[in-house]
């Protein structure tokens, strides 16, 4: 098993809004019913575990953004017969504070520009949440509990996500 941290990359600037600072407000888009209980809850897979683990989970760099650029984006980038409803949104400094059973840094936020890469439209404001190293696959669902705990709640309705 490699236990490289990759988090020496969050330093580094992969576009030009250059790296995800820890103050800065980041978030997950949520549509309608694939993120969804019928009871209206949040589900698991809204934080997918092959994304956690190394594909990296989608982010929007909601302070690098306009109102307008959020509500453009999230329609472009919903899946056919999706509805954007909102977005969950903290700050990278308490994703990053996610920690696994060791203390270490189990999540790395990294700023993930998204530039003339179709269907997805461009989003120099997107980053990503994957894990800090390889994880078996139990620490990787815990990843995703913890997730979910801190975004439980979080939701900001498309249209008022700066509010």
Do not use: W
């Amino acid at each position: 098993m490699i236990e490289a941290c990759i988090c020496e990359g969050e330093h580094e600037s992969h576009g030009e809004l250059g790296p995800v600072d820890n103050t800065e407000n980041v978030g997950r888009l949520v549509t309608s019913p694939n993120h969804f209980r019928k009871d209206g809850t949040l589900k698991p897979g809204t934080f997918p575990l092959s994304h956690i683990r190394s594909s990296g989970v989608s982010l929007l760099r909601i302070d690098r953004m306009s109102e307008e650029e959020i509500t453009e984006i999230s329609h472009l980038i919903g899946k056919q017969g999706e509805t954007p409803v909102g977005v969950l949104v903290r700050t990278a400094a308490s994703v990053r504070a996610i920690q696994d059973e060791k203390g270490d840094q189990a999540l790395c936020v990294l700023d993930d520009p998204v530039l003339a890469n179709p269907p997805y439209p461009d989003n120099p404001a997107h980053a990503i949440a994957v894990s800090s190293k390889e994880r078996p696959d139990e620490d990787i669902a815990e990843i995703q509990n913890e997730l979910m705990e801190l975004f439980n709640e979080a939701l900001r309705t498309i249209g008022s996500v700066k509010k």
